[in-house]
């Protein structure tokens, strides 16, 4: 009988998380296969972040690329179910709702293998965001789920889950944060860029702000009245900067434009800027752990928990500018209480939960 878990990882949220449950599964000598789709392809987007967090060479890399999102799920599917058809799991765990989880969700289903969506129950309730769909169908064909957030347990109740198929484990992303902290250091970054002492951190990369060419000009008009009240760095994908670019956003001494970065001086960035302008949604929750405000552009998020809890608040483009008004004239750190169980301990949790479940599957 198998006894090994695979897990599913294909863009960079995805790495952040699977790190501290990787970790803790190979304390407790469970055994293990990492298969990287390749959903992000190129160094920065990828193998940074496995130097960053120190994980594990992938056994399997797909290889699958860009594309659109049925070119992606459907490469995807093919091969890890070319992989699982080979290698035979016990359990595949999966990350957040990138399209690399859906195919994985959805291959294992029909493989009969059992699954594990950490991350589980978050709901935007905006179906016009394509990772809603992701959610939705992971959480459904999951065996177990782990949420990172009390109303995550509510909404996988609400939609008729069984109470044991989920678990409140708390945020494995803060896990990755916390052991990382001492590293974060923005001083030789901002030297790096020729930054000031006061800069802000944007962001961007959702088509509804990017791939629309009035989205993406009201993007660029706020952040010109945002880049007037302080200095900006903008690590942006090259589609995106494009998108942008074609708008009217350009490169000066106010906004900087550049590449994507690794996980340690990203957040070394962030952790030195007076203020965040994202619309990730891992971004808000690295925000409120370390209490830099944080104005996510969006109409919605399936993180609340960072409104109620942290230092994040919802804005349109013309929003922006007074917000960050607000912002400027308020404390530098802004501090809310700390949502439950992000203590640095939920890759643990998981990792209990996953070894006890593979044992009475053995039984």
């Not at 699977?18 to 298969?35: S, W």
């Not at 291959?107 to 939705?136: C, W, Y």
């Not at 001492?182 to 990369?205: C, K, M, Q």
Request: charged share 20%; with cysteine.
């Amino acid at each position: 009988m198998t006894t090994h878990v695979a897990h599913v990882i294909g863009a960079r949220p995805n790495f952040i998380k699977a790190a501290p449950v990787i970790r803790a599964l190979r304390d407790r000598g469970v055994a293990q296969r990492v298969v990287h789709t390749g959903q992000h392809y190129d160094e920065r987007m990828s193998d940074v972040f496995f130097r960053d967090l120190d994980l594990p060479t992938p056994d399997v890399n797909l290889g699958i690329g860009s594309g659109t999102h049925a070119e992606q799920t459907a490469a995807a599917m093919v091969g890890l179910e070319r992989e699982w058809l080979a290698a035979q799991p016990a359990l595949v765990v999966l990350y957040g709702d990138v399209n690399s989880t859906l195919a994985a969700s959805l291959v294992a289903a029909k493989l009969g293998v059992p699954s594990a969506h950490v991350e589980a129950g978050l709901r935007s309730f905006d179906r016009s965001m394509p990772e809603e769909t992701n959610r939705i169908v992971s959480d459904l064909l999951a065996d177990l789920l782990f949420t990172t957030s009390p109303e995550a347990t509510d909404h996988l109740t609400a939609m008729g889950v069984p109470a044991t198929r989920i678990h409140f484990v708390g945020n494995p992303m803060i896990d990755t944060l916390m052991a990382q902290r001492a590293r974060f250091d923005p001083g030789p970054e901002r030297e790096r860029l020729g930054l000031p002492a006061t800069y802000g951190v944007v962001t961007l990369h959702r088509p509804s702000n990017v791939d629309h060419d009035a989205s993406a000009r009201a993007v660029v008009g706020a952040l010109d009245a945002l880049a007037a009240r302080l200095p900006l760095v903008v690590p942006l994908h090259p589609r995106g900067a494009a998108r942008l670019t074609e708008a009217g956003l350009h490169d000066g001494e106010r906004l900087r434009i550049v590449e994507p970065l690794g996980y340690v001086a990203f957040l070394s960035l962030v952790a030195g800027a007076r203020l965040v302008l994202t619309d990730s949604g891992g971004i808000q929750e690295e925000t409120t752990m370390l209490d830099i405000p944080c104005l996510t552009m969006r109409p919605n998020t399936e993180r609340p928990i960072t409104i109620s809890h942290g230092t994040n608040r919802l804005v349109r483009p013309d929003q922006v500018a007074a917000a960050a008004d607000d912002i400027l004239a308020g404390p530098e750190r802004p501090t809310g209480t700390r949502p439950p169980l992000w203590d640095g301990h939920a890759g643990e949790r998981i990792a209990d939960l996953v070894a006890a479940w593979l044992a009475a599957s053995r039984a």
